[in-house]
């Protein structure tokens, strides 16, 4: 008789568990960031503004970029106009608070996806292929990164762990010096004050375009990475929304506006990925 009791009593208790989970499913569902946005009209978006050419000012003061036309194409998928966007601008150590605490739906800000970091915020597919390089000036002697493992120079650092622990790996003899914006990290090097500078492959390019003294050193520093959106985790309705949506970017109809994008700030056509995807292995 005992046993009975206590197993209805587990019973009763399991459905009750089993409930107060399902509800709090649905809440979770119902109170979805996505939901906010939308009611607001307007996305809220954590970019750069000194990572050229992905966000920075030009000289017109204007905050232009790659990662500002691709939120602003985000608000067009969304809302049907790509002004319907606010930008706050932030630094590297800024990414993943202003996710966390709220302050913004989502960054676009040329972040690689890596497994720690997916520990602190949750990541889309990747909508832009990176991976980071070093760059120094066109007169300098090194040719290889083991040229950088030397006590009389410096690496210039962003204000993120990820560089902090690479360049202690494989520069244990070097001096660091840390930035907290991707302009400063470079004037650092174009200006003497440091040897080299751990920039993603893009704004590298970019940069050497610009500056016809700077080069990069063809051994990279890591193989080519993924790059996010990130937001605050656990809001499965606004990833899957930005999921899909970075899909529809890089495979599907919202391809030819993605194409124009990425020609205009890299100078070739991306490649399509479902395209890709559905040729012939060899």
Known sequence: MKNGFLSKLRSVFAGALATMVVAGAAHAQETSRLDE???????????????????????????????????????????????????????????????????????????????????????????????VVMIVRKDAPFQKLADFNKSDVTI?????????????????????????????????VKLGRAQGA???????????????????????????????????????RLWQYLDLTVSEMTGGYLFADYSKIYEKWFGTKPLNVKWYLNQPQK
């Open 37 to 131: 946005l939308l009611s607001r009209g307007k996305l809220i978006v954590g970019v750069s503004s000194e990572s050229p050419p992905f966000g920075f000012v030009d000289e017109k003061g204007e905050l232009v970029g790659f990662d500002i036309d691709i939120a602003k194409l985000i608000a067009k998928a969304t809302f049907g106009d790509e002004t319907k966007v606010e930008f706050v601008r932030q630094s590297a150590a800024q990414r993943w608070p202003n996710a966390q605490n709220g302050t913004i739906d989502f960054g676009a800000q040329t972040t690689s996806i890596y497994a720690d970091r997916a520990q602190k915020v949750a990541f889309t597919r990747s909508y832009i292929d990176g991976g």
């Open 156 to 188: 210039a650092n962003l204000t993120t762990p990820t560089q902090e622990e690479r360049a202690k790996r494989l520069f244990p003899s070097a001096q660091i010096a840390t930035f907290d914006g991707i302009a400063a990290q470079f004037n650092a």
């Open 198 to 236: 751990q920039l993603d492959g893009p704004v590298a390019a970019w940069y050497v375009k610009q500056n016809p003294d700077m080069r990069v050193i063809e051994e990279r520093l890591t193989d080519v990475v993924n790059t996010g959106i990130f937001m605050k985790p656990g809001d499965f």
